[in-house]
């Protein structure tokens, strides 16, 4: 029987945030919210932008390249949305050359946009300060965290580092439906 509510319930694993890249036609013009980027090698595998795993990585074993991909959140003025950026090696190297001369990111303006506007033209980043008087960011989120979420990669134990946390593998991660073993029994088998 069913448990019916009207409160919305907090995801159990945290917070999420869409990921936006910038877009062919119009640019994307957004806030830094978090201080600094990270970044990882990632695949473009089985329809979807994947982690690298370099033990027994899936996509490296399939003969798929990788390519490093840089994350931050942002925050765009004109609809209110918090979101996670991605963008390239080349394109994050601007954000880089800002935090070097800046500090941190927060609070940084940029405007991304494409070369001739194709949909898989080189993006172009322009970064400057920008005047916060007047506007609340939202908190800086934290970037493994909602990453790991989104790729379903065990977040490692950070209070406890007593606790001994795998490297996650294509083999270790939760499966959200795992197999039953009573739906491979068939009567009259051992």
Known sequence: MPIWTNEVPDDPRGPSLPIRRTPPR?????????EDLIGTDTHYWKGRTMAHEKIDCEACLHGHARRWHAYLSAWEPETALHFLFECTQQAAKHFSFYHKAQG????????????RQAPNGRVLIRTQPHNLQGITLPPPPDLVALLSILWNIPLPAFDDPDQHVDKPTTHNRRILNPPNPADFFHPGSP
């Open 26 to 34: 119009k640019p994307l013009k957004a806030i830094v919210t978090s």
């Open 104 to 115: 941190n990111l927060r609070g940084c303006y940029f405007v991304a946009s494409r070369w």
